[in-house]
């Protein structure tokens, strides 16, 4: 089936096949040495203190609840412009998922909103880096950590992705501003592993809370154990004792998966610059179209808050520009049906997560509660951008696009 030219797609090749054989015809498909492997080489790539490898990010985002505690009563503020699970991993844990509006430029939570509509009862910002152009984590962690409440990045779309703060560069998963920091191998992201994610913490205790809970919460450091409660001692100490401690779940990366991972990741600065380089190439060629609008891939705050990066820092996952449909005398489903039909696809990131209907149902929320956020997702489309794109699929693109309304 060809369905043309896709927004987003893995990069696969014969180094990546054989990783992944090696594995299969090894002794341990899963819970074997490729796991500790992967974590070790992903933490040190992106600067992690430490990394626990899981069977997605949906499952990671759902860990960093439950190793920060937050449950019934607390509640937990994300950009309304990002993928179901952001939200999502906050109503597992019984708590209040909640939204804030977003810089209009950007698409990525405001951190002036953040503190004008701070609610005593936020325990976490789960802040986004929509289309791998990083939040301003600085001044968000300034506002959530004034008021006691944690900070987790969800870099799904930012996988070794820099930006500049206070005077020098940092690394997404190895800055100062985020306690925790989840990413996904989904295909359609950077990097791949097939289905996968990994969380990364600042501090040991919430790495092995959180391998303890991707494990159904057991325990199997004898050094660890707690008893059994019965009064032979003998029958609680044999090597086949394990204890469960908390209520856990089976979150594990299989060791084909983290063979994959290491393998992709080898190449992950390979894949970031050719990202760059097409969107490069879009941004010339786009650059003065009227009712289209490249998405700035650079920012600048200076000030005690400086915060910035630039082109050759990104780990851009999409490229996103802003279309006037009325300029163009189209409406959005007709751009991408035009666009279809010259075999280039398009996609919408994202319809505001609290519009959806479990959302609205369930919390009350109503349209209207972002309305930047609502602005932003109007207007905004997503172009292909992968490296697995030829030099032609990308001229294809542009002349597709090019053409519209003609
Ligand atoms: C892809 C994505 C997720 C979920 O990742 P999975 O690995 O598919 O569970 C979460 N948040 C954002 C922003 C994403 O893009």
């Known amino acids: 089936m060809n369905r043309g030219i896709l927004y987003g797609k893995q990069s696969l090749d014969a180094e990546d096949f054989a990783a992944v054989e090696a594995v299969l015809r090894s002794d341990f498909l899963t819970c074997g040495p ?24 949906t499952a990671a985002l759902h860990l960093a609840m439950r190793v920060l505690g937050i449950g019934p009563g607390d509640r937990v503020v994300t950009s309304p412009l990002t993928f179901l699970a952001s939200a999502n991993c906050a ?3 019984g708590a209040t998922p909640d939204f804030c509006d977003v810089d209009p430029l950007t698409g990525n939570l405001c951190p002036s909103a953040l ?55 940092w690394l997404t998963g190895g800055h100062p501003w985020a306690d925790l920091t989840t990413f996904s191998f989904h295909p359609v992201k950077t990097m791949t592993t097939g289905e996968g994610g990994m969380l990364c913490a600042r501090r040991q205790e919430w790495a092995d809370a959180a391998r303890c809970l991707r494990s159904h919460g057991v325990e199997r450091n004898p050094e660890k154990f707690e008893g059994l409660g019965l009064k032979t001692s003998w029958d609680e100490k044999g090597p086949w004792v394990y204890e469960m401690h908390d209520l856990g779940y089976n979150y594990r990366l299989t060791d084909i ?26 941004l010339e060629a786009f650059a003065g179209m009227e009712g289209l609008k490249p998405l700035a891939l650079h920012k600048t705050i200076s000030g005690t808050q400086s915060f910035g990066y630039d082109l050759s820092q990104l780990s851009l ?5 802003a279309v006037d449909f009325e300029a163009l005398g189209m409406s959005r489903a007709e751009v991408q049906r035009q666009l279809s039909a010259r075999g280039v696809g398009s996609q919408v990131h994202y319809i505001p997560v609290y519009l959806q209907p479990w959302y609205r149902r369930t919390f ?21 951008l992968h490296p697995s794109m030829t030099s032609e699929d990308v001229e294809t693109v542009i002349e597709a696009v090019r053409e519209l309304g003609r």
């Not at 990083?134 to 930012?158: F, K, Q």
């Not at 996952?317 to 520009?321: A, E, S, T, Y």
Request: aromatic residues 8%; glycine residues 8%; hydrophobic residues 45%.
């Open 257 to 282: 998966q983290c063979a994959l991972g290491r393998s992709q990741l080898k190449k992950l600065p390979k894949f970031i610059a050719r990202r760059q380089e097409i969107a490069k190439r879009y």
């Open 317 to 321: 996952h999409l490229f996103q520009v």
């Open 115 to 169: 503190h004008k509509n701070w609610k005593p009862d936020t325990r976490a910002v789960v802040v986004v880096d929509l289309g791998g152009r990083p939040a301003n984590l600085p001044a968000i962690a300034e506002v959530a950590r004034a008021n006691g409440a944690w900070v987790i990045e969800d870099a799904c779309h930012a996988v070794g992705g820099r930006f500049t703060a206070e005077g020098r560069e």
């Open 364 to 384: 009350g929320f109503q349209p209207g509660l972002c309305p930047e956020a609502e602005k932003f997702y109007r207007a905004t489309l997503s172009l292909p």
């Open 34 to 57: 490729e796991v500790e492997a992967f974590e070790r080489e992903f933490a040190q790539a992106v600067g992690a203190a430490h990394a626990v490898a899981v069977c997605n990010a």
């Open 91 to 93: 109503a597992f844990v």
